[in-house]
């Protein structure tokens, strides 16, 4: 069972924090003292003037505001951005001035703070431990009769029975020694007040419960700078933050006439979860992800250092380090670097995108809930501008988001050309209808999610990759149920073009051709365009009529025109070249290989003879030797066991049978290493004679022979 502090506690809490105000010492301050903090003006907040958020979780902040004097400027953040704002915290006093230091809430964990007290107390601490840690001090204890004044001497824990024989655990009992000597039993209910008559024991205990109500807001940091200066003067300070990532997301318009363009809105989701509000920001939306990482900086380390002994005897000598070796860089170079950055152009591209505003209402000649091209957005509300491998969109109007609170906001609108297709790939089971959206603005579109309408109703939605200006993408949206593709068996054939041989190296050059055939099936009351994704081979050419629409990566992109209920075929023709290498060496048989090519032509049949001859030779010796080795190991077992008998029957008759097949196995054994020997010489002489013939073997071939 958990034990709570009892009321007389809380009293004793609220006394004390009196107490130690009203006896605190006051000490004068002397002029020195004095003169910086009349001079200083109260802390001032420093509101949001800048927000930069990136892809990567990441986004950039500036405060700016005027100062006057010596100021004590105040920032408001979450313990989350803490790490964040110290790794970049950048401070510049616009007026002369300087920063004199920056101060902020520390989060020294509790543990560690409660350990610089005497009382001993933990973090919720039972109520026989608060009362056990003022044993021994003075306390005056009223509401249970007579006010009496004491030190405490212990605090106990009681069972009491009622009259109906129930059982309580939760009675305490202070026993207190009097200041007239005699000792005294109170039991602690919500009527009792224990007052600390010490004032250091109160000082102790106050502190401790500021650390506990410290500890109870830790999410919360205030972030001060004391900026030392003279006069009205511009203050800017600036910092990374870890925050939600914003978001793209898109509409897609078609309008009810088909005109080949469509209406791309573009909208960013952006959440404030930061500690300040967003007054009246210039907001700026980067897609783009700059490496950045946490370091936990505001976070007290502590580390064991290691105990040194005391040294008294030994003695040093002085010594010598070498020299860090470095590069000189000569002024020319950096002058012709710094030159170089400086002339290289940065692009910019302005555009006519979204600012201020929701999009609304019903346009013309357009589906419902969404404006025309020129109702909301007007030229320059947004700046897109490219740099480094980024992309920003900055909002020219101001923007407000309070903490907490989330908004879209509008980046884009455009007119752009936009074909409807139907997309098939052997990677979907289902073709898809999509779009062929072709960028023709000066702006880069960020990956989202985009929903497409089309004569006033949803149609379907999908996903969008990054599109450069210039780029023409597919999205697809929904399954086209209307229209089925099936591709046909296919032929492949291979014909042997080239064939080569220098210094034992043999390539074979062989083209290897693919057919491939689709059908499409329109079942739909109206034409479809369909786009056939054809997976390429790597390294292979097109052969075939038409071209396609679309080369990418990794297929061809055919377009296929089938009339309603009717159906229309695709040929593709694909050449691949093939090379084969083979080492002919006279280490590995490559007689039946070499026997093959040979009949291509009479001219490599004549070519090819003396050494697949050679080759044939070469490889009868090493079986003659092979089976030589044999038949020399079934002897030298043939000696060992006539030994064995011979050894057994040492002084019997029949060990002299034993003896003359030893004598006749010795003899055998002889003529087969003599015999072998005489074959490894005719086995050196072959192999030198394939050698040579390789050596002297060049030939190159053109032919046109189909192969498997």
Same mark, same amino acid.
């Given at each position: 069972?958990?034990?709570?502090?009892?009321?007389?506690?809380?009293?004793?809490?609220?006394?004390?924090?009196?107490?130690?105000?009203?006896?605190?010492?006051?000490?004068?301050?002397?002029?020195?003292? !004095?003169?910086?903090?009349?001079?200083?003006?109260?802390?001032?907040?420093?509101?949001?003037?800048?927000?930069?958020?990136?892809?990567?979780?990441?986004?950039?902040?500036?405060?700016?505001? +005027?100062?006057?004097?010596?100021?004590?400027?105040?920032?408001?953040? !979450?313990?989350?951005?803490?790490?964040?704002?110290?790794?970049?915290?950048?401070?510049?006093?616009?007026?002369?001035?300087?920063?004199?230091?920056?101060?902020?809430?520390?989060?020294?964990?509790?543990?560690?703070?409660?350990?610089?007290?005497?009382?001993?107390?933990?973090?919720?601490?039972?109520?026989?431990?608060?009362?056990?840690?003022?044993?021994?001090?003075?306390?005056?204890?009223?509401?249970?009769?007579?006010?009496?004044?004491?030190?405490?001497?212990?605090?106990?824990?009681?069972?009491?029975?009622?009259?109906?024989?129930? !059982?309580?655990?939760?009675?305490?009992?202070?026993?207190?020694?009097?200041?007239?000597?005699?000792?005294?039993?109170?039991?602690?209910?919500?009527?009792?007040?224990?007052?600390?008559?010490?004032?250091?024991?109160?000082?102790?205990?106050?502190?401790?419960?500021?650390?506990?109500?410290?500890?109870?807001?830790?999410?919360?940091?205030?972030?001060?700078?004391?900026?030392?200066?003279?006069?009205?003067?511009?203050?800017?300070?600036?910092?990374?933050?870890?925050?939600?990532?914003?978001?793209?997301?898109?509409?897609?318009?078609?309008?009810?006439?088909?005109?080949?363009?469509?209406?791309?809105?573009?909208?960013?989701?952006?959440?404030?979860?930061?500690?300040?509000?967003?007054?009246?920001?210039?907001?700026?939306?980067?897609?783009?992800?700059?490496?950045?990482?946490?370091?936990? =900086?505001?976070?007290?380390?502590? !580390?064991?250092?290691?105990?040194?002994?005391?040294?008294?005897?030994?003695?040093? +000598?002085?010594?010598?380090?070498?020299?860090?070796?470095?590069?000189?860089?000569?002024?020319?170079?950096?002058?012709?670097? =710094?030159?170089?950055?400086?002339?290289?152009?940065?692009?910019?591209?302005?555009?006519?995108?979204?600012?201020?505003?929701?999009?609304?209402?019903?346009?013309?000649?357009?589906?419902?809930?969404?404006?025309?091209?020129?109702?909301?957005?007007?030229?320059?509300?947004?700046?897109?501008?490219?740099?480094?491998?980024?992309?920003?969109?900055?909002?020219?109007?101001?923007?407000?988001?309070?903490?907490?609170?989330?908004?879209?906001?509008?980046?884009?609108?455009?007119?752009?050309?936009?074909?409807?297709?139907?997309?098939?790939?052997?990677?979907?089971?289902?073709?898809?209808?999509?779009?062929?959206?072709?960028?023709?603005?000066?702006?880069?579109?960020?990956?989202?999610?985009?929903?497409?309408?089309?004569?006033?109703?949803?149609?379907?939605?999908?996903?969008?990759?990054?599109?450069?200006?210039?780029?023409?993408?597919?999205?697809?949206?929904?399954?086209?149920?209307?229209?089925?593709?099936?591709?046909?068996?296919?032929?492949?054939?291979?014909?042997?073009?080239?064939?080569?041989?220098?210094?034992?190296?043999?390539?074979?050059?062989?083209?290897?051709?693919?057919?491939?055939?689709?059908?499409?099936?329109?079942?739909?009351?109206?034409?479809?365009?369909?786009?056939?994704?054809?997976?390429?081979?790597?390294?292979?050419?097109?052969?075939?009529?038409?071209?396609?629409?679309?080369?990418?990566?990794?297929?061809?992109?055919?377009?296929?025109?089938?009339?309603?209920?009717?159906?229309?075929?695709?040929?593709?023709?694909?050449?691949?070249? =093939?090379?084969?290498?083979?080492?002919?060496?006279?280490?590995?048989?490559?007689?039946?290989?070499?026997?093959?090519?040979?009949?291509?032509?009479?001219?490599?049949?004549?070519?090819?003879?003396?050494?697949?001859?050679?080759?044939?030779?070469?490889?009868?010796?090493?079986?003659?030797?092979?089976?030589?080795?044999?038949?020399?190991?079934?002897?030298?077992?043939?000696?060992?066991?006539?030994?064995?008998?011979?050894?057994?029957?040492?002084?019997?008759?029949?060990?002299?049978?034993?003896?003359?097949?030893?004598?006749?196995?010795?003899?055998?054994?002889?003529?087969?290493?003599?015999?072998?020997?005489?074959?490894?010489?005719?086995?050196?002489?072959?192999?030198?004679?394939?050698?040579?013939?390789?050596?002297?073997?060049?030939?190159?071939?053109?032919?046109?022979?189909?192969?498997?």
């Amino acid at each position: 069972m958990r034990v709570v502090f009892p009321a007389s506690l809380l009293v004793l809490a609220t006394i004390s924090l009196a107490a130690q105000t009203a006896n605190a010492p006051q000490k004068k301050p002397t002029p020195a003292a !004095t003169a910086p903090t009349a001079a200083r003006n109260p802390a001032i907040d420093l509101p949001v003037r800048k927000v930069v958020l990136y892809k990567n979780g990441v986004g950039y902040f500036e405060h700016a505001g +005027m100062v006057s004097g010596n100021q004590r400027v105040a920032i408001d953040f !979450t313990s989350s951005q803490l790490n964040d704002v110290l790794q970049s915290l950048t401070v510049l006093d616009q007026g002369g001035g300087h920063v004199a230091n920056v101060n902020y809430n520390s989060t020294t964990p509790i543990e560690q703070q409660l350990q610089t007290l005497a009382l001993g107390l933990k973090d919720y601490p039972a109520t026989a431990a608060v009362y056990q840690a003022l044993r021994g001090q003075r306390v005056e204890v009223s509401g249970s009769g007579v006010e009496f004044t004491g030190r405490l001497v212990n605090i106990e824990f009681r069972k009491e029975t009622d009259k109906n024989g129930a !059982t309580s655990e939760d009675h305490y009992f202070l026993i207190v020694e009097t200041d007239s000597g005699a000792l005294r039993t109170a039991e602690l209910t919500d009527a009792v007040s224990v007052r600390m008559l010490d004032p250091a024991i109160e000082r102790q205990f106050s502190d401790y419960l500021q650390i506990i109500a410290s500890a109870q807001n830790q999410q919360e940091r205030h972030l001060s700078l004391e900026a030392s200066g003279e006069g009205q003067r511009q203050i800017e300070v600036s910092y990374i933050s870890a925050v939600p990532v914003w978001k793209s997301t898109y509409r897609m318009v078609f309008p009810r006439e088909a005109n080949g363009n469509a209406i791309l809105q573009g909208w960013a989701v952006v959440d404030n979860t930061v500690g300040a509000d967003w007054d009246n920001v210039q907001l700026s939306l980067v897609a783009g992800a700059p490496q950045s990482f946490i370091q936990p =900086l505001s976070q007290p380390i502590y !580390t064991n250092r290691p105990e040194v002994p005391i040294s008294i005897a030994r003695q040093t +000598m002085p010594e010598t380090h070498e020299a860090t070796q470095s590069v000189a860089v000569s002024p020319e170079m950096v002058n012709g670097s =710094l030159a170089a950055q400086a002339a290289a152009p940065r692009p910019m591209a302005k555009a006519l995108s979204g600012a201020s505003g929701m999009l609304g209402g019903v346009g013309s000649n357009y589906g419902g809930g969404v404006y025309r091209a020129t109702d909301a957005l007007q030229p320059g509300a947004v700046s897109a501008t490219a740099f480094d491998d980024y992309f920003e969109y900055a909002i020219t109007q101001p923007v407000t988001i309070h903490k907490n609170e989330s908004a879209m906001v509008p980046i884009l609108q455009e007119n752009l050309p936009a074909e409807h297709v139907t997309l098939w790939s052997d990677k979907s089971a289902m073709p898809l209808r999509a779009v062929w959206l072709e960028n023709k603005s000066k702006l880069t579109l960020d990956a989202g999610s985009f929903s497409l309408f089309e004569n006033g109703e949803f149609a379907g939605e999908g996903l969008l990759d990054p599109i450069h200006p210039g780029e023409k993408r597919l999205l697809s949206y929904a399954v086209d149920q209307a229209v089925k593709v099936h591709r046909g068996a296919g032929s492949d054939t291979r014909t042997l073009h080239h064939i080569a041989m220098h210094q034992g190296i043999l390539v074979q050059t062989t083209e290897e051709i693919t057919e491939s055939n689709y059908t499409v099936t329109n079942a739909a009351d109206e034409a479809r365009t369909v786009i056939v994704e054809h997976t390429r081979r790597p390294n292979s050419k097109l052969d075939s009529e038409p071209a396609p629409a679309e080369t990418t990566a990794t297929a061809y992109r055919f377009r296929v025109a089938a009339e309603p209920h009717q159906s229309a075929d695709l040929h593709v023709t694909e050449r691949t070249p =093939l090379f084969e290498t083979v080492r002919i060496d006279p280490g590995e048989d490559r007689t039946e290989f070499l026997a093959a090519i040979s009949k291509y032509t009479p001219a490599l049949e004549e070519k090819l003879r003396p050494l697949i001859d050679a080759e044939a030779s070469l490889n009868d010796l090493n079986q003659k030797i092979d089976q030589a080795e044999q038949n020399e190991k079934t002897l030298s077992d043939d000696e060992a066991r006539a030994r064995d008998n011979i050894t057994a029957l040492k002084g019997n008759e029949a060990a002299k049978r034993f003896v003359d097949e030893l004598n006749h196995t010795e003899d055998q054994i002889q003529a087969a290493r003599k015999d072998r020997a005489d074959l490894e010489k005719q086995r050196d002489a072959a192999r030198a004679n394939v050698e040579s013939l390789i050596a002297k073997l060049s030939f190159d071939t053109d032919l046109d022979v189909k192969v498997q």
